[in-house]
C-alpha cells in the first residue's frame, strides 16, 4: 500500500537530490529513506530511481509519480488545515439576478460575499426572471434574486423585500396632475415589461383580477428600453419608485398618482433545496440582510 511517509520521501529526495539530504531533511536515517522507496517501489511495480546513475535521478516512470505524489500531498495538506481553520475554500456563485438587482444592491451583495467567503468567485447573470428560474430548474445557476411569480416544490424561496411601483411618464404627457383612475391610461400608449419579466407577470396578473385590460403599444423584456423610451414621451408605464426618484426629481419624468394604486412586488432569493448546501444557506441570509432596492449603483 502506498502511504503518505513513502511520497514524502520521493518528494524530497527529488528536491534536494540525495538520499542522505532528504534523510536529514525529514530528521531520520539514509536507511530508512531507502527502505520507503523500496516499498514504494513495490507498492507500485515501478522502477522509480534509475541506479546506474550517479545520484538520485529518477526514470520517466518515477517522474510521472512524482507528479501524482505531490498532488496527493497537496490534498492531505487541504485536508490537515481543515482542522486549524487556515484552508481557504476554493467556491462559485453562479447567481441569477434581474435588472433591478443589478442596478442597485448587487455590488454591495458581491463585496459582501467575496469578504465573508475568500476564495469565491461570484458569476452574476443578468436575465429576465423566468428565464432565471428555468435555469435554476435546469441546474444552471445555483441562486437567483426575482420578483415572488414563480414555484417549485424543489425550490426554496426566501422573502428579501418588496419594491413599490408607480405610473411614470415623461412631464406633460398626462395633463391631469391629480390622481388618475386606472381605466383612464386606456386613453394613452402604454409601455410595459414582457411575459418573461417577473414584475410583468405579477403587475398583469393583478390588472386582470380587477377586470382592467390597458392596450399594450410596447412590451419589451428589458427594464432599460422600457425606462428610456417612457422619458422620451413614447407613453406611460410602471417603474419602481425609489430607484428611479432621482429621475423624477430631475424633471425626466414624472410620477402619476392612480386609484388603486399598483402593489407592492415582493422579491425572493431561490434555491434548490435538493442542491441545498450550508454556503448556499449563508448567501440567502446575507442576502437577506442587504437587500436595498431604493437607490442605484450602490457600494
Not at 505531490?70 to 490534498?75: C, F, N, P, Q
Not at 451583495?109 to 430548474?137: A, C, K, Q, W, Y
Request: aromatic share 6%; net charge negative.
Amino acid at each position: 500500500m502506498v502511504t503518505l511517509q513513502q511520497l514524502i520521501a520521493l518528494h524530497w529526495i527529488e528536491r534536494l537530490g540525495t538520499f542522505v539530504r532528504a534523510a536529514e531533511q525529514l530528521n531520520t536515517t539514509q536507511s530508512a529513506i531507502s527502505k520507503r522507496i523500496q516499498e514504494l517501489e513495490q507498492s507500485t511495480g515501478l522502477r522509480i530511481f534509475d541506479r546506474s546513475q550517479r545520484g538520485a535521478r529518477l526514470t520517466a516512470s518515477g517522474e510521472e509519480l512524482l507528479v501524482i505524489a505531490r498532488e496527493m500531498l497537496g490534498l492531505a495538506d487541504k485536508i490537515a488545515s481543515l482542522k486549524d481553520g487556515t484552508h481557504v475554500v476554493t467556491r462559485r456563485l453562479r447567481l441569477g439576478i434581474t435588472e433591478l438587482t443589478a442596478l442597485t444592491w448587487l455590488p454591495r451583495l458581491i463585496t459582501r460575499l467575496v469578504v465573508d467567503f475568500p476564495g469565491l468567485t461570484v458569476e452574476p447573470e443578468v436575465d429576465m426572471s423566468r428565464n432565471l428560474h428555468e435555469r435554476l430548474m435546469d441546474d444552471l445557476v445555483d441562486f437567483i434574486i426575482i420578483p415572488d411569480t414563480f414555484t417549485a416544490p424543489e425550490v426554496t424561496s426566501v422573502p428579501l423585500g418588496s419594491v413599490e411601483n408607480v405610473w411614470m411618464a415623461a412631464p406633460g404627457l398626462i395633463a391631469n396632475a391629480g390622481v388618475v383612475e386606472l381605466a383612464e391610461l386606456a386613453k394613452y400608449p402604454v409601455l410595459v415589461q414582457g411575459k418573461k419579466s417577473g414584475s410583468g407577470l405579477f403587475v398583469n396578473k393583478w390588472l386582470g383580477s380587477l377586470g382592467i385590460d390597458l392596450p399594450k403599444t410596447l412590451s419589451s423584456d428589458s427594464l432599460t428600453a422600457i425606462l428610456g423610451l417612457t422619458a422620451a414621451g413614447m407613453g406611460v408605464t410602471y417603474l419602481p419608485l425609489d430607484c428611479f426618484q432621482p429621475l423624477v426629481d430631475e424633471g425626466k419624468l414624472a410620477v402619476i398618482r392612480t386609484e388603486p394604486e399598483l402593489p407592492l412586488v415582493p422579491y425572493m432569493a431561490m434555491y434548490r433545496n435538493d442542491r441545498s448546501s450550508a454556503f448556499v444557506q449563508e448567501v440567502a441570509s446575507r442576502a437577506v440582510e442587504l437587500c436595498d432596492f431604493s437607490r442605484q449603483l450602490q457600494s
